[in-house]
């Protein structure tokens, strides 16, 4: 019964470290699978103190087990043992490691605080984006680029990126965790960062401050390109959309556009606006930062953002304004924004 017991404990504990770990046994970058030197600094301060720590269980576990077996009490043990007091030897052993270890864990990590925290912003050489967090979406501007944009970061391989990372509303956090640690996005404040990746594709970015109902979708893609990709992203971007549409189609859905949805979306990338900027929607690899891009869920989004994000409060619903003929045009429209 007893061995019934251990071994339900131990299924148990089992069962908890999977859960505790998140189960994550795919190849998607992470903290531990890091895609960019930023992440690998720190991957490698995490295997420093976690080897360390490590170690200093394996040898204490060790002198317990020695000593809870050496010295059990024995049947003819009558008296206590012999008491000793005092040893300078192994007191000096016993804060002399402790101190080596803890210098060999603090050097690193001092000079790597020094180094990733740096302020790239005014580097001439490193790509500038900022970052403004809202909720529940992200914007990122280029400066250097005259580019504005949102919910995908698109940005070069190999190259350092530098963030100035600022909120709209409230506290939200800026994270990529392929790419390394994360930072505050604070109203009023600037905060930098950076992040440079070392392989192309797409990688997961998050808020991570709780930062009200649909905090948790609050999600956006970073979008790694190789230099010449990334050059022609540029251009494309700048390339502004035609006044005239030709294609029938499409012009009545501009039409439907213009009517409804450009006093809060510019579909010019070169143009601030308040609200996310629509130019190269159809190239985006998400709709509001977590949803597949494709026509079902941009049409669920337009007619009713809030059931997608609840607590979005910017965006009104237009299940009630535009006929279900004018949204499938709307649709298309966007769908041609690239
Ligand atoms: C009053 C301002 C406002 C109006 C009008 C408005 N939107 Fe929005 N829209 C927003 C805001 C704010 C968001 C971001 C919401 C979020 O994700 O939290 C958004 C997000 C979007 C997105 C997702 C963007 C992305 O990159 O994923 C699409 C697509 C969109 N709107 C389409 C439209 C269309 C089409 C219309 C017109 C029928 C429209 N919007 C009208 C404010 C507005
Ligand atoms: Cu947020």
């Not at 990733?116 to 914007?139: A, I, M, N, R, S």
């Not at 977590?290 to 607590?311: C, L, R």
């Amino acid at each position: 019964m007893k061995r019934r017991k251990f071994m339900m404990f131990l299924l148990m504990m089992l069962t908890l470290s999977l859960v505790l770990s998140g189960c994550s046994f795919t190849e998607e970058a992470s903290p531990l699978n890091p895609q960019g030197s930023v992440g690998e600094s720190q991957l490698f301060l995490i295997n420093l103190s976690l080897g360390i720590m490590f170690g200093v269980l394996a040898v204490v576990f060790a002198l317990f087990f020695y000593a809870i077996i050496r010295f059990r009490r024995k049947k003819s043990d009558k008296d206590y043992p012999e008491q000793v007091e005092g040893s300078h030897k192994l007191e000096i052993i016993w804060t002399v490691i402790p101190l080596i270890l803890i210098t060999i864990l603090a050097v690193p990590t001092v000079i790597y605080a020094f180094v990733l925290g740096e302020d790239l912003t005014e580097d001439p050489d490193v790509l500038l984006v900022e970052v403004v967090g809202h909720q529940y979406w992200w914007e990122f501007n280029y400066p250097q680029l005259d580019i504005y944009t949102a919910q995908d970061l698109v940005m070069p391989v190999d190259k350092t990126v530098a963030f100035k990372i600022t909120a709209s509303d409230v506290l939200h956090s800026f994270w990529i965790p392929g790419l390394g640690g994360k930072m505050d996005a604070i109203p009023g404040t600037e905060n930098v960062l950076y992040y440079d990746a070392n392989t192309t594709g797409v990688l997961k970015g998050k808020c991570v401050e709780l930062c009200g109902q649909s905090h948790a979708l609050m999600d956006f893609k970073a979008v790694v390109l190789e230099q010449d990709e990334f050059d022609t992203w540029v251009e494309d971007m700048k390339t502004p959309y035609p006044e005239e549409v030709e294609n029938v189609e499409l012009a009545e859905g501009y039409e439907i556009f213009k009517n409804n949805c450009i006093s809060c979306h510019a579909i010019d990338a070169t143009q601030k606006g308040i609200f996310p900027n629509l130019k190269g929607f159809a190239n985006r690899e998400t709709v509001a930062g977590f949803k597949d891009n494709n026509a079902e869920e941009i049409k669920a989004w337009i007619e009713d953002p809030n059931k997608m994000k609840p607590g979005v409060s910017d965006m009104p619903a237009f299940e009630n304004v535009l006929s279900d003929e004018e949204l499938d045009k709307l649709v298309e429209y966007l769908q041609s924004l690239d």
